[in-house]
């Protein structure tokens, strides 16, 4: 298996513009992870699934930040509209279940919003 | 909701001493205990794990012990080479229920040569 896979790498946008990251899980991994990490705030967990269904999102930070997970080899995490202070690494993780399993993370979507 | 905290958030070490990170938990109910190891530029990696049902796990160099009484677990790197120098992450959950793992904050550990 390639792992989890996260596109793009590297996204440099304006203030206000919408910035749209993707993820393909590991194939039979049932629970996906979205999570930002910073200097200041370390690894964040924003939102995960389990089976396609968001199950907590409590660490989106505001309405600006939204998830989806359409079917079981893909998931998006949209800003609209981006600021400044949403530049960070954006890591997707898959794992077999949620609790006690390991998580595999994604190479991470580095985010710079000017 | 479970609070992980993690500590040193820096450590710098002679190549071949120890280094030693040290978490607490606050949910009496986690009973899985994760240890991710970041390197500078990569993503997190999982590197060592430990259940509530035993106190400590060696695996070669690194070793985790858990004391469940005090919620406090810790991550012992014995001989460190430079390659052990990355970010190590600390990690709580439990196996009941849709849980997810909650990350303390990071220690950076540089290991001089």
């Known amino acids: 298996d390639a792992g989890v896979i996260q596109s793009p790498r590297h996204e440099v946008t304006e203030m206000g513009q919408e910035v749209t990251l993707r993820c393909k899980p590991i194939?039979?991994?049932?629970?996906l992870f979205w999570y930002r990490q910073t200097m200041m705030r370390g690894l964040e967990l924003l939102i995960y699934?389990?089976?396609?269904?968001?199950?907590?999102d409590s660490g989106m930070p505001e309405d600006r930040f939204s998830a989806k997970m359409p079917n079981a080899s893909f998931s998006t995490l949209k800003i609209q509209p981006s600021e400044p202070r949403d530049s960070a690494v954006y890591f997707c993780?898959?794992?077999?279940?949620?609790?006690?399993?390991?998580?595999?993370f994604g190479p991470g979507t580095r985010l710079t919003v000017t | 909701g479970e609070n992980v905290e993690q500590h040193p958030s820096t450590l710098s070490v002679q190549e071949g001493d120890s280094a030693v990170i040290k978490c607490t938990y606050s949910d009496s109910a986690s009973n899985y205990f994760p240890w991710y190891k970041q390197e500078l530029g990569k993503r997190p990696q999982l590197i060592i794990d430990?259940?509530?049902?035993?106190g400590e796990k060696k695996d070669q160099r690194i070793a985790v012990t858990l004391n469940k009484t005090a919620k406090h677990f810790s991550l012992h790197i014995t001989e460190t080479q430079p390659e052990d120098s990355a970010v190590y992450f600390c990690?709580?959950?439990?196996?009941?229920?849709?849980?997810?793992?909650?990350f303390g904050i990071g220690t950076k550990l540089q290991v001089i040569p």
């Open positions: 194939s039979g991994h049932n629970s």
């Open positions: 993780a898959s794992s077999l279940e949620t609790g006690d399993y390991e998580q595999y």
């Open positions: 990690a709580a959950s439990n196996s009941g229920g849709y849980q997810k793992v909650t």
């Open positions: 430990i259940r509530s049902n035993v």
């Open positions: 699934f389990n089976n396609n269904v968001p199950i907590d």
